[in-house]
């Protein structure tokens, strides 16, 4: 039988679709691309905003239209958060939520027995135990991404993630070293430690995100541990100088920003202020050498006046981002700020993330600028038609090379003198000699 994914939404949901891929693959499924007929189809979804939903049921219906003999499988967070609409989707045969994902070959089975629809929704318990089943491979990828920690605490006013995951809840180091030792036996030289709420690895059964980064680190063959985003006001001095310690941990850091102005901060219910996070910026540029920092920021959350909005604006131009993600606030039905007042019109808030993405880009270029004259290590992940190779380097600036070692160059790390920068890339020479 032939089964094909398509995911939606975070690192931590592709990490779960491979895990999904694994187990079909060990029951005798072919994976396949959405392209060609199959079987089995599984859409994975994301609930992060009004938007992915919208997404995630043109999906179904597409599949379900082009795939018509197929079983269709919704799972992933929106089911969690929002039962009965997921139970709505006609076109899915079988809907799973995050807590019942691991069982899918067994709801597949009782679908083509029965030819029943086959709906598994499990509420969260707080005492939910780390779902620990490893993955060996990372389907298509040259680095591989590893789920450490699933669920959050933090309710932060927009958002609805902590009702799809439920609490904290973190992979023990023993089953952390075991899964990278394997990886690495597969010839990954790169991890990506990943979580819904990284930083709080470990709250949970008495370690730390540090102590899980020196543990990959030991991990022979493991020439690279790049981790996923972090809440900044969880990286404290102490964290910072153990991560720092770790000669293997990439010099890039993805903390999320989401406004510069405290007044707006505080109503998202977000731990730190301006002055915290421009503080804790300067920390880590002292600690990690070329160190690049990138982040999220929205405009529009309800009540951003244009006063709070240029503020924000002049905060983040001052960070000295290498790369922002910008978006404009989506109201979310089921948390706080769907309710409050001042919501901003669609209009302005299209104005400011225009703004926003001017200032952001500009921010790339100039930090893409101070790499000229830098060697980098890059782990190359694709060749172009014109003979050229691209990667991303340990501070994940994306770098593209001319070498005439043709395809043996994919999955390696390599050393490139940077000698022009660009908007979005840079470009530099092999060196042999480092």
């Known amino acids: 039988m032939k089964a094909a994914f398509y995911t939606l939404g975070c690192k931590v949901n592709q990490y779960e679709t491979q895990n ?58 929106l089911p969690q958060v929002c039962p009965e609409d997921a139970k709505a989707l006609e076109q899915a045969d079988i809907v799973l939520g995050n807590t019942d994902r691991s069982e899918l070959i067994t709801a597949i089975n009782e679908f083509m027995l029965t030819h029943l629809r086959v709906v598994k929704i499990s509420p969260h318990n707080r005492h939910d135990a780390f779902m620990s089943t490893p993955i060996h491979t990372f389907h298509e990828r040259t680095r591989a991404f590893v789920k450490i920690e699933d669920g959050c605490n933090r309710y932060c006013a927009y958002c609805i993630i902590p009702y799809a995951r439920g609490s904290v809840r973190s992979k023990p180091l023993e089953d952390i070293a075991s899964e990278v030792a394997g990886l690495a036996g597969s010839g990954y030289r790169e991890v990506v430690l990943v979580g819904i709420n990284l930083s709080a690895y470990g709250s949970d059964i008495g370690s730390d995100l540090a102590a899980a980064v020196e543990c990959v680190c030991a991990v022979e063959g493991i020439e690279r541990v790049r981790l996923g985003s972090l809440e900044p006001d969880l990286l404290t001095d102490n964290m910072i100088a153990r991560l720092a310690s770790y000669n293997k941990l990439c010099h890039h850091f993805h903390l999320s920003l989401q406004s510069g102005c405290d007044e707006t901060l505080c109503r998202m219910n977000r731990h730190y202020n301006s002055a915290y996070y421009v503080n804790l910026l300067e920390k880590l540029r002292d600690n990690f050498y070329n160190c690049s920092v990138t982040t999220d920021i929205m405009v529009g959350f309800p009540g951003e006046s244009d006063e709070e909005f240029s503020r924000s604006l002049d905060m983040f131009k001052s960070c000295r981002f290498a790369r922002a993600h910008v978006f404009a606030y989506s109201r979310r039905k089921g948390t706080r700020a769907d309710t409050m007042p001042g919501q901003i019109q669609k209009s302005e808030k299209q104005r400011r993330s225009g703004i926003m993405q001017a200032a952001a880009q500009t921010a790339q270029s100039d930090f893409l600028k101070t790499q000229v004259g830098k060697t980098l290590g890059v782990l190359i992940e694709t060749s172009n038609p014109d003979g050229s190779f691209e990667g991303y380097s340990e501070n994940y600036t994306k770098v593209r090379v001319q070498s005439s070692e043709g395809l043996e160059l994919l999955g390696k790390i390599v050393y490139v003198n940077i000698a022009t920068a660009f908007e979005e890339h840079c470009e530099g020479v092999l060196v042999n000699n480092v």
Do not use: W
């Open 20 to 77: 999904m891929i694994e187990a079909l693959a060990t029951n005798g499924f072919e994976i396949c691309g959405a392209d060609v007929p199959v079987d089995v189809f599984i859409l994975n979804s994301c609930t992060v905003t009004a938007e992915s939903d919208r997404k995630t049921r043109q999906l179904i219906r597409k599949y379900r239209a082009l795939l018509p003999r197929a079983i269709i499988v919704l799972t992933g967070c």
